[in-house]
């Protein structure tokens, strides 16, 4: 089996561009939020699209598959060499909430495109990253002159990923036997920068939860009781600012338990990355850096556990001032979580440090809305180096290595399917995930589609080979 | 001059319930909310109506007194003896904010009637407490036969108490002259309940602020971001939490400079009172005690300097969980003071010690609201008798002391007019003072009039023998 020449792609790519970004901009103009019950039959509506245009490129099967919550897709397209491997791509049509007063230029769910970037909300996370696979397929297959991919490719995306996935490991458990693979390509993540094209190699894993505390039956004076009752505003403060010491460690006890530590090799490759401090709190649209004591930046985001506060809100919060003890105030709290770590235990820890950490006079309810495990992938995995080397061809530079600070179900599919998870991801950090104005860059959605014209060939020449 | 006879002062006030009360909630009506721009106007409206009102009962002087904020409201009405004590009594017109989401069973500004209590926002604090003088005084002159009252009786209604009374010190230095007098009647707070009459003898000061903080320019991804930048949720959360120790003192430096200690008479007294834990926390619709330690409920709330959370937001407060680092959070913080204190001192104690909590890459503003100064009268003070024997006689009862834990600017009156400051308030702590629901015990309204209806006769008996 030759390699799939580079001309022949090209031309493919570049003679589909535009029906492709036309599709694609249809689909964003789907509201598909998963987290807000008011988009319920926009995320089915955006799960029928998807089925029907992976159909119309090609796949023989493409299913709408229903969960307790909202609905994924599969597609299935067998290879003519039954000896083929089987390659299973991961993503998720369901998307962050977006409205204008979130500080949108533009309608989040009518894309425009400007200067090379089309922006929407799920431009980049992830329907972009999903989409490119069908391009890539087509590019593939006419470059190679084959009428089926080199690989039995299959595609499972998700409806629930941004609210926690909290139906995707039944999902799997149900279907495990027709999502059957070799491995698993997850396209939801990013790359270190244009410039810098790399392969992430691990996601950190969550779980986020919301607790309502409630004080007194009303808000009431505070002349009259304040300083004399509990007040759940301020216990809702205490228990966001215990999350963290001095040294901005998670205190949750048994919080770190199971946490892999960063190897020196893996110090030492995150240390030989161009970064750019300024630059990247630029990105990051922030004016300083601020973590846990002895890590880098770098370490901090992709390998080390963390607790973020999401939301807090109680008590007055309209103009000028009211003098009151608050009846009610709530917390938004998300964790992230590394290899090692485990989901369930990370959950109860929590649940038992909340309960502990609160007066009486205050109750309190807690809601996990989903858990998403952590994944790592050996530096040195065989299949691994067909993803850097299709990566390599479409970009023409070398291919390093990083991890992903956001999360994905890909350990779940690990877990179920007992197969290795790869990362093939082309956005960048200045697109905007879960932030107004999300972008994806049409070069890079280009050449997310060429590595996948480049990497089925590639899988397929070196899998019996390892 | 002899005492006003019982019987005639019942005849009054009997004869002209009806009109009073109609009257009342024709005022109820106007929502006076100081706080929010939105309701300017109806301040306004509120202070014309007294106005109107105060020369309708007899009042030779009655007008408008503009300040930079929300008018206030001044009437004079001389006694026929030059040689007359003259009095000045203080409430205000301006009103909390109030909506029906807040759990209001009716309108807040539509009163009603039902079981002897009159709901309505203002009904107790202060609207109803300022209106009994209108009353009180007309009943004193029918049954001592007088045509003008025994004291030269002036009136400060003020249209910004509820936003902590910015322009007071203002308008009562530009006005020092007008409202020359021998002593202040501070009608603005309340009892210990309605079986245990009570003067009060002293209030607490005020001052609150709003905190804004800034982070991230934009919200940004907590996967992506999280764990590496400054939070302003978390800030925002270090900070109230930060605001107590674990003994729930307040830990800003220099907050409690000056701070007079209770005596062991004060302590005495208060643990006199019958004070009924299970009763005080169904009033404060509260589930527990907690606050400084080695203090009782009472002190903490009459005479010890507390701080408050009285609203905290920032982040995502939707429905279900968004993964984000918030880019600001808000924190609106009160702190009650007790004499002794020096209100610009703590003003300037909370911006340092704030400036000094926050961490690199947080901006913040922080705006004060305002600032009532404590005030205490002593046990001991002569005037304070006639309150007592006028109380005495309405109430038919002994006449115990309290404190009062909510805020005035009596002690603006105190510094720049030289004079006692007294306190004659019928109020009850069921009456929901800034709660939805507020309401004011008719027949205790009635028993205010009646107070006031003695007092001025006993006041001027009795100042010159003092």
Redesign the interface.
Known sequence: MSTTPDSAVHAYLTAHRDTFLADLADWLRIPSVS???GHTPDVRRSAEWLAAKLTATGFPTAEIWETDGHPAVFAHWPSDDPDAPTVLVYGHHDV??ATRD??WHTDPFEPHTADGKLYARGAADDKGQVFFHTLGVRAHLAATGRTTPAVHLKLLIEGEEE??SPHFPDLIARHADRLACDAVIVSDT?MWSKDTPTVCTGM?G?T???IDLH?????????????????P??E?????????DTDRRVTVPGFYDGVIPLTDQERALFAELPFDEAAW?ST?????????ADHT?LE??WA?P??????????????????????T??L?L?F?LVAGQDTDAVQQAVRDWVAAQL?????HTLTF?GATRPCLTPLDHPALQSVVRAMGRAFGQKIRFTR????GPAADLQDVLGVPVLFLGISI?SDG????NEKVELDLLLKGAETTAHLWGDLAEHWHTT
Chains 1, 2 share one sequence.
């Open positions: 987290a807000d019950p962050q909430p979130d500080g609210s926690g990013g950190r969550l986020d939860c919301q004080g007194p039956d009303q808000d009431i004076h505070s002349g009259s009781f304040g300083g004399a009752v509990p007040n505003a301020t809702a403060a205490r228990l966001a600012a215990a999350l963290h709190l990051a649209h922030s004016h300083a850096t601020l973590g846990e930046t901090r985001i080390r963390t607790a973020e506060v999401n939301g807090i809100s109680g008590g007055y919060q309209g103009p000028g001032g009211k003098t009151i003890v608050p009846a105030a709530q938004k998300s992230r007066p009486d006079g205050i109750r809305w992903e600070g956001g999360s950090p995930w879960h932030a107004p």
